[in-house]
């Protein structure tokens, strides 16, 4: 089966993980810190928190926002879960805005009509590795006193109007799966613009530790001393997987060309073909494509989903809009609620796309799903 998504390892990834297996830090030490710092750089120089994994990453960006019992995080139901639960899980209501109907994106004017005192967070995705519209979420949440986070786990890479995925929102989290645009097998890291967001954030995914002798409360216990002031869990990424995440930084770029070359090969070969949609891209926007999200029209999605299973090719789903999860619905949620991600679910299937996907691979994606709709 041709898979939908894969990682890209070179000699190079291999070497670079086997150096930190044969040296004294495999966790906490040196790599860590130099990971941290170039995804900083790569991602508008504002201060990075590496972490286990991206749900990791929103769960630690809703705690340092502050998210907690009473307040509202807005957000898109065209994502993972995690977007939304890792603000439930602090107690906070999910207040589901629908997307734009072509780009899936979440819709500044919808989130425009929800908004109140309790905002705390505005979340927006960069669905498909293409960039949200903070030039106009941004104002709705400085007039309602709310941050703007971008849950950036498809995107790191991409630019919108010339500033980096990483710069647009107050805050920004990552993903290292797998699939995603770069990868340290689990992994994630948050980005903040405000460095006490950052701090909080780094403290939350260590234990809620404080090590900074002019900080402590209780003082003069010895030089062992360190204290706990908030609660906070053990999110931290290791040595190990951080060597790997800056080897595979250094070739982000290049993985970033080959996803854009593929996705216009996709795009040229099914621009004339019947019952398909391509995605569409704002002319502001360079995007690190993550996914290539084809719309099957007339009702065909799931036949066409089987029938390229069935041929080998490892189509894939993005996603059942948030609400719908039962753990959702059982809150109250009501399917309906967000008429353009319910339109776009019925019709999304994501086509394979990763860095190591040849062009004959493309073409035969491509024959196979014109045969497929014949
Ligand atoms: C993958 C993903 C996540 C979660 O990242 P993990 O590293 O798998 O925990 C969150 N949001 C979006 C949009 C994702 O695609």
Redesign the pocket.
Known sequence: MLPYGRQSISPEDIEAVAAILRGDWLTTGPTVTAFEEAIATATGGHRAVSC???????HMAYAAAGVGPGDQVVTTPM?????AS?ASILGAEIVFADVEEDTALLDPAAVDAVVTERTKVIAA???AGHAADYDALQPIADRVGALTVD????SVGGTYKGRPVGDLADIT?L???P??NLTTG???AVVAKDDAIAQRAHEFHFIGLVRDPARFRIGDEGPWHQEVHDFGINYRLTDVASALGLAQLARLQRFKERRAEITARYNAALADVDGVRTPVQRAWVDPAW?LYPVRILDGRRREVFEKMRAAGIGVQV??IPVYWHPVYADLGYQRGMCPNAEAFYAEELSLPLFPDLTDDQVDQVVETLVSVLG
Request: charged share 10%; aromatic share 16%; proline share 0%.
């Open positions: 286990t994994s991206g749900t990791a990453a929103l994502t993972f879960v995690a977007t890792g995705v960069d669905y849950d950036a786990a498809h989290t993903s290292f799966f699939t995603k689990e992994g994630g993550h993005n996603y």
